[in-house]
DNA sequence: TGACAGCATTAACCTATGTTAAAAATGACG
DNA sequence: CGTCATTTTTAACATAGGTTAATGCTGTCA
């Protein structure tokens, strides 16, 4: 874990109280975060003020906006605290050009980005072929612990529903 | 493009007719696919035989099941040619394996993998975000070419709705 | 301990999409 | 040109989930 050490070595640690965001979307952000403490939620914001949660990022986990980070262009969701957290930070293009210079941080890199595709892949395939209480049953199955942990707002708001319709989700 | 005269000259064309199977869910399929010519659609089947596609995948595409080729897991989408195509077929962990001996083709690689990383992030945030008339919008505007292509059964199939519902949305 | 804030539940009503089935349109082919 | 298969539209009804608002629960802190 070559990979590991240099960002532990090279990378800036934050601290991040509850309900402040990392970043916020629209802004630029050339930076990706290991996750060493707490639990974050990464979110979108429509047009209209609703909010939904792309994903929950839990520590040993990395995130950050590729897609900001690799094109320049601003993040298209946020990443806020839901508990205390410690992060590291470290510049995305710095870990690219290093990758261009090891074959084995290529390696992990690669790595990384394939078990980014994998999950992914796991979501897209629930939000097609799911219901929403399937999708619940799944994510209660899937990490019981990361459930007891969030509020029935960041869950429905994860699942694409509503928190009423959780709430009469649960009680069937 | 070393990577892709590597394929070019060690992959295997594929002459793959209209209806026609390339993998199959359920099944390993450890090869990637580089599309010269034709369309394609990977789509999942649930156990209650409905069928959602998961994207449709035009020539220069690459496709593959990364989870099966990687995993050595059967795959969870079936690739179906929806008009006469040529492929041309590779071994992933052959491509891996390359990657790990020469930078270039590592970097490619990487690539490869980020500009997937996005397209499946803008559907996650369309499938997410939107309602099925606006992804629809969101389709013909995007790719109208496509969209002429496609039967409406498919096209719906890929909004994640049902034929008629598509009709409805269409008249309005 | 009492007051308040934040979260969860319930209810009533509304809208989007699903389901089934029939009718209409389109397109391929003899 | 007419026939048949396939695709698309329409209609009627069912269901999941959205919206709003009222009610109830829980935990914090002065």
Redesign the interface.
């Known amino acids: 874990m070559e990979l590991q050490s240099y960002i532990a070595q090279n990378g800036t640690t934050l601290n991040i109280e509850k309900g402040q965001q990392v970043f916020t979307q629209g802004e630029l952000c050339e930076h990706v975060y290991l996750v060493k403490t707490g639990l974050l939620k990464a979110f ?1 914001l ?1 047009e209209s003020g ?1 909010e ?1 949660i ?1 994903s929950f990022i839990q520590s040993g986990a990395i995130i950050g906006s ?2 900001a980070a ?2 320049q262009v601003p993040s ?1 969701f946020s990443l806020e605290a839901l508990e205390q957290c410690r992060l590291v930070q470290i510049s995305f293009s710095e870990l ?1 050009s290093l ?3 090891s ?1 084995s941080i ?2 992990e ?2 790595q990384i ?2 078990s ?3 999950k ?2 796991r ?3 629930e ?3 799911l219901s929403a209480s399937q999708r619940f049953d799944n994510l209660r199955n899937t990490d019981p612990e990361l459930v007891k942990k969030l509020t029935q707002n960041d869950i429905a708001k994860y699942l ?1 529903i509503t928190p009423v319709a959780l709430s009469r989700i649960k009680h069937q």
């Open positions: 979108y429509t609703k939904t792309k590729l897609n690799h094109c298209t690219l990758s261009k210079e074959i290529s390696q890199f690669i980005l394939l980014l595709s994998l992914k892949e979501r897209e395939f939000l097609l072929t694409g």
